[in-house]
């Protein structure tokens, strides 16, 4: 009989461990799955403000897209020639200056300054660099016309900006596929189109006896790089990093915007709190969701029925949430301790018993600076 006790007794214990332990692993998951789900939702809504970012400026600016005019030929970009376009909402408009560091393509800009090296010569040597800086910008060129007629398309079918910011990550992955797919047919285009330059203007029997070999060479590289992708994939991949990136370093002004946070100049990572000071609801819905699912996943049915219940609270209560954020209330602490704020003990109020007074009446032609002249004689 003693021993079947106490075989039940540490059967007992050993399933109230396990409970514990079990306990303490839901917990653990919830905690870490709630880190890191607000890090992926912060991140998935960082990038789909980006995406709405270039919109605006896609439907706001000139961007680079004709080779054969600046920044690719002659100077620098003298001007955006940028239009107020509108963001948000209806009435909030953005417009991009004409600043130094809008008017910068880095790249392109020391492509341009390395052609002038080269300028009116006609060796190998130049032909080879012209080559392939003829190559480099009409990938810049079509990247900037490609991803500029994608975000105009969008806006003219009067997609809301609500929208490209919450799908347009969904639709990321895909959308570099297809880019990085017409990249590679262009540059195999361009590539044959552009091997011409090696007989051109050459001086002498050699040198268009170089020209036609160098032709032959690159064809076969060119072959080789049509049936393998890769040795072409990494020139392309950065070119679209390039071109992608520029969109965020714009800087832009933005007017009109009522509700006060997100106006006068802003860059692209200021878009994303315009979009939570305009859309909390609809951007706090998603976290709440996802809240409420790890909640059921880790705690269980009540937790997350509980869940439930404060998602509701909140996102009734989002005005009065944020109008206490922007202006919470003070808490004096004499109230409850009697101590001022210097520390010292706040003075004691004695309520005096009242006296009547007699009233004493000022006539209407009294002069206080006449009475007080009286008093210093």
């Known amino acids: 009989m003693s021993d079947s006790n106490d075989t039940s007794t540490i059967d007992e214990k050993n399933e109230e461990n396990n409970g514990s332990s079990t306990k303490d692993n839901n917990i653990s998951g919830l905690l870490s799955a709630f880190v890191g789900g607000l890090i992926g939702i912060y991140i998935y809504y960082k990038v789909g403000s980006w995406l709405v970012y270039a919109s605006v400026i896609s439907s706001s600016c000139e961007l680079p897209t004709d080779t054969s005019l600046p920044p690719y030929e002659g100077s620098a970009v003298n001007s955006l020639k940028s239009k107020p376009v509108h963001i948000f909402d209806d009435k909030t408009t953005i417009q991009f200056p004409n600043d130094t560091d ?40 079509l990247n900037y016309s490609v991803i500029q007629l994608i975000f105009k398309f969008i806006n003219k ?13 969904l639709c990321l ?21 552009s091997l011409p330059i090696f007989i051109r ?22 072959i080789i790089c049509a049936i393998f992708v890769f040795p072409i994939a990494i020139p392309i991949f950065l070119v679209m990093m390039m071109v992608s990136f520029s969109f965020i370093l714009y800087k832009g002004t933005v007017t009109g915007n009522i509700k006060g ?34 909640f059921f996943q880790n705690l269980g049915s009540i937790a997350g029925f509980v869940s439930i219940v404060i998602s509701i609270l909140i996102l009734y209560y989002m005005d009065k949430l ?41 006539g209407g032609n009294f002069n206080i600076l006449k009475e007080l002249k009286k008093l210093q004689k």
């Not at 079918?157 to 990550?169: A, D, H, K, N, T």
């Not at 170089?210 to 076969?220: A, D, K, P």
């Not at 878009?271 to 609801?281: D, H, K, Q, S, V």
């Open 102 to 141: 809008n008017l910068k393509y880095f790249f392109i800009d020391s492509l341009r300054n390395s052609k002038k090296n080269y300028a009116g010569t006609e060796t190998w040597t130049s032909h080879m660099f012209n080559f392939f800086i003829t190559i480099y910008e009409s990938i810049f060129s």
């Open 157 to 169: 079918l009067g997609i809301p900006q609500i929208v490209i910011f919450l799908l347009g990550p």
């Open 322 to 362: 944020i109008e206490y954020s922007k202006n919470p209330p003070s808490l004096n602490m004499t109230q409850f301790f009697g101590k001022s704020s210097s520390g010292t003990a706040a003075p004691i109020k004695v309520v005096a018993t009242p006296v009547k007074a007699k009233s004493v009446q000022v």
């Open 173 to 193: 992955l895909t959308s570099f596929v297809i880019l990085f797919i017409i990249n590679w047919i262009y540059l195999l285009f361009t590539w044959i189109t």
């Open 261 to 294: 946070r997100v106006n006068g100049p802003v860059g692209a990572g200021d878009i994303f709190a315009g979009f939570l000071e305009n859309y909390p609801r609809t951007l706090i819905l998603f976290l709440c969701l996802y809240v409420i699912s790890i």
């Open 201 to 222: 203007n050459n001086a002498g029997l050699t040198e268009e006896l170089i020209g036609y070999w160098t032709i032959f060479v690159l064809f076969i590289v060119l």
